[in-house]
């Protein structure tokens, strides 16, 4: 069974830098036909979708967010980031991590909220 649990400071001020972590276990981020993703609620809006990662490493990005968006990812330790700079209060939201099959969103996080405030 493929588990994905999110980590990270629950608190981030405007203009630093969101750092989340994604560990996946009962399955390999490097195993062929799987992608990672990340997706975000913002309270009171819909699910929107930050970026991706696919098994060989290559990432793609959401247009409205590619300028300020980065994932990475280590494969000793089976784990993907997201790095979300020059934050604003508008960014926080519920940040989830995602394994992705055939385009389907099949595993999720439980979710880990970030406040972006000072």
């Known amino acids: 069974q493929v588990q994905v649990q999110e980590s990270g400071p629950g608190l981030v001020k405007p203009s630093q830098t969101l750092s989340l972590t994604c560990t996946v276990s009962?399955?390999?981020?490097?195993?062929?036909?799987?992608?990672w993703s990340w997706i975000r609620q913002p309270p009171g809006k819909g699910l929107e979708w930050m970026g991706i990662?696919?098994?060989?490493?290559?990432?793609y990005y959401s247009p409205s967010l590619k300028s300020r968006t980065s994932i990475s990812r280590d494969t000793s330790k089976n784990q993907f980031s997201l790095q979300l700079n020059s934050v604003t209060p508008e960014d926080t939201a519920l940040y989830y991590c995602?394994?992705?099959?055939?385009?389907?969103?099949?595993?999720w996080g439980r979710g880990t909220q970030v406040t972006v405030s000072s």
């Open positions: 990662i696919l098994y060989d490493g290559s990432t």
């Open positions: 995602t394994r992705v099959r055939d385009s389907s969103h099949d595993y």
């Open positions: 009962g399955g390999s981020i490097t195993t062929s036909g799987y992608a």
